[in-house]
């Protein structure tokens, strides 16, 4: 038996971590609660790759770090938390893996690294594509219906599941957010082929460790409050209003006001004796 087998995920700890206080039913209206609470709740983050350390994507460890350490984490940390709390409450997860296509430039075919999950309510026909890990200002707050032209307002944001035409055996779904200046972005594109948690131990090692992974060198820490979404890119601050502000952007200094706005904007502590490399 392995390790994260042997684990139970501390219900408790993580529902107080995220702010959730409602019921713990596996139902469509908990399944929204608990993925918007974990979205406002917990940031997005790469310190530790930045720091020469490759994340554990153990359930144990998972606790230690987002649940009782107050940090946060990319994609594989956050969704994999999420996952064991929602099969917890009682819900069907199956894990799946996305191509991101956000930034890419025509023709680009990128590899499927993004970790997202599709989740089944009991007595739903239809599941639920839900994802706390993508960390963007078009990234799902809430879960949206895995249907053919789903649409979901998970104010302030607005998305769509789309199926575009491709080549191959199984359908292909691309997830689109609403812009500020009223247009639509692609954001990622998946099948649903089931992948296993040892599918993303490997591609977690690789996105921690390439030299060629943006994630391995610059840091990359993204918040969503009630208010704004917060963007920190090596040490440029984006802050991006909700309901059409101008954004404000300002280079940090050095690293130890990149660690001041860690703190007081992110909640974020660096790791004890941590220093961020000039």
């Not at 790759?49 to 987002?66: N, R, T, W």
């Not at 917890?88 to 296509?101: D, M, S």
């Amino acid at each position: 038996m392995t390790r994260d087998a042997a684990h139970v995920l501390d219900l408790d700890a993580y529902l107080a971590r995220i702010g959730w206080n409602g019921e713990r039913r596996p139902t469509a209206a908990v399944l929204r609660g608990v993925h918007r609470a974990h979205a406002l709740g917990i940031p997005f983050e790469n310190l530790d790759p930045v720091l020469g350390v490759v994340p554990s994507l153990a359930l144990p460890d998972l606790e230690a770090k987002i649940v009782r350490g107050g940090r946060g984490g990319y994609c594989y940390e956050q969704n994999t938390l999420l996952a064991a709390a929602l099969r917890a409450l009682g819900f069907e997860v199956t894990l799946l893996a996305a191509r991101v296509v956000l930034g890419a430039a025509p023709g680009d075919i990128r590899p499927r690294t993004h970790m997202l999950m599709e989740v089944r309510v009991p007595g739903e026909p239809t599941p639920y594509l839900a994802d706390v890990g993508f960390g963007s200002a078009g990234s799902l707050l809430e879960p949206i219906a895995l249907a053919p032209g789903a649409e979901l307002h998970d104010a302030p944001r607005h998305h769509r599941l789309v199926r575009p035409e491709h080549d191959g055996p199984l359908e292909l779904w691309e997830l689109v957010a609403r812009t500020r200046d009223g247009g639509w972005e692609r954001q990622y594109a998946f099948t649903r082929e089931p992948f296993e948690a040892p599918d993303f131990e490997v591609v977690n090692w690789h996105i921690a460790t390439n030299p060629r992974s943006p994630f391995e060198h610059l840091l990359y820490v993204r918040r969503t409050t009630e208010d704004a979404h917060l963007a920190l890119s090596g040490r440029t601050l984006l802050v991006t209003p909700h309901g059409g502000g101008a954004p404000e952007e300002r280079e940090l200094a050095d690293p130890d006001e990149v660690a001041r706005v860690l703190a007081e904007l992110f909640t974020i502590r660096l790791p004890q004796g941590a220093r961020l490399p000039e």
